[in-house]
C-alpha cells in the first residue's frame, strides 16, 4: 500500500508502524538481548566470550532471517536471542542497526546493584514494552486480517471446497459420519493457523455460523471450516436489531398502557426519569478468522498444537 501525503506529512496505512513505535520496537529488541547478555556474563564470568557473542547476534539479525540450527553458529546462545526477535517482531518493524548500537550502550552499562535499582529497571521496562505491545498488537491484527482475506480468496478456487449461503468456506472428506456425532476438534485462527485443542468437542461448542448451516453440511469423516470474521459480525448485527425492535415495542407498549399523562411527566425537568446519553461504540479490530476441522477420534486423525502467530509476535 502506498503511502498518502497529506500537507507534506506521510500518513501511514494501519497495517504498518508508526516511527515512535518503530523506535519502541527497536529498543526493546535491545534491551532484551542486552539483559540475556548481562545474564550469560555473570554466569559464565570469564568463560564468556562477548565479542562472539556480539557478533553472531549481528550477523543474525542483520539477515532478518532466523537461523535453522543455531548449533551451526559461533555463539549458538546469541543466535537463540536473535530468532526470538526475529519470531516476535517482523524485520521490517525495527531497525536491526540502531538496536545493536544501543546493545552496546546498555552492556557498558553497570549492572543493577541493589533490589531498589533492579525493581525500578524493570519497572521502566514494563512501561516500555506495555506501550510497544498495545501499539503493534493492533498492527499485527490488521496484517493478519489481510492475510486471512487472501486465504478465502484462495479457496474459492480451490476443487472440493464450497461456499455456504453466510460465506463460511467448507471441505468435507468423504465418509459417513454426520456432523452433530462428532468428539474431537481442532480449533484454528490466524494464517499460521493457531490451534486449541479440545479432545471433546459438541455440535453445540461450534460457532453459531457452522451450527446454522448443518442442513448445508453433508456427512463425512471430516470436515474444515473457514469462518469468515464478516459471517460472525453478520449474526451479531442481526441480533442487535432484534434487541433494538424489541426495546422499541416495549417502550411503544407502555406508552400506550400509561397513556398521555405519564409521557408528560416523563418530559418535565423535574422528572426523575433519566435520559440515557448514547456513546459512539469505539472503533473495532477485525477479529480473526476461524479455521475448524473436526473429525472422528480415532488414530488416524492425530491432533498437532501449532503456536498462535499473533501472541508468539510478542
Known sequence: MLLLLAGGTCVLPAQEVTPELRRDITEVVAQDAAARLQRLRSGLAEAFNQQIFVETLSTVLRTGQPVEDISQTRCPMAADIANDALKRFEPRDFDAEAALARLQELAALPAP??????????????????????????????????????????????????????????????????????????????????????????????????????????????????????????????????????????????????????????????????????EKAPEKLPEPMLKIKIWKDDAKAPVQTLPDVVQDML
Open 113 to 278: 546493584a541493589t533490589d531498589e535499582e533492579k525493581e525500578r529497571q524493570w519497572e521502566a521496562y514494563m512501561k516500555l514494552y506495555n506501550r510497544m505491545a498495545a501499539a503493534y498488537r493492533p498492527v499485527l491484527r490488521l496484517r493478519e486480517a489481510e492475510k486471512e482475506k487472501q486465504i478465502l480468496a484462495a479457496n474459492r478456487q480451490r476443487a472440493g471446497v464450497t461456499v455456504l449461503p453466510n460465506g463460511v468456506q467448507m471441505l468435507v472428506e468423504p465418509g459417513t459420519d454426520a456432523l452433530r456425532d462428532i468428539n474431537r476438534g481442532t480449533r484454528e485462527t490466524g494464517v499460521a493457523f493457531y490451534t486449541r485443542t479440545t479432545r471433546k468437542m459438541a455440535f453445540a461448542e461450534l460457532p453459531e455460523p457452522i451450527r446454522l448451516m448443518s442442513e448445508h453440511i453433508p456427512p463425512g469423516r471430516s470436515w474444515t471450516f473457514w469462518v469468515p470474521a464478516e459471517a460472525v459480525a453478520g449474526l451479531d448485527a442481526e441480533k442487535q436489531q432484534r434487541r433494538e425492535a424489541e426495546q422499541k415495542r416495549r417502550e411503544q407498549l407502555m406508552s400506550r398502557l400509561s397513556g398521555p399523562q405519564q409521557a408528560f411527566y416523563d418530559n418535565q425537568p423535574w422528572s426523575t426519569k433519566k435520559k440515557r446519553s448514547v
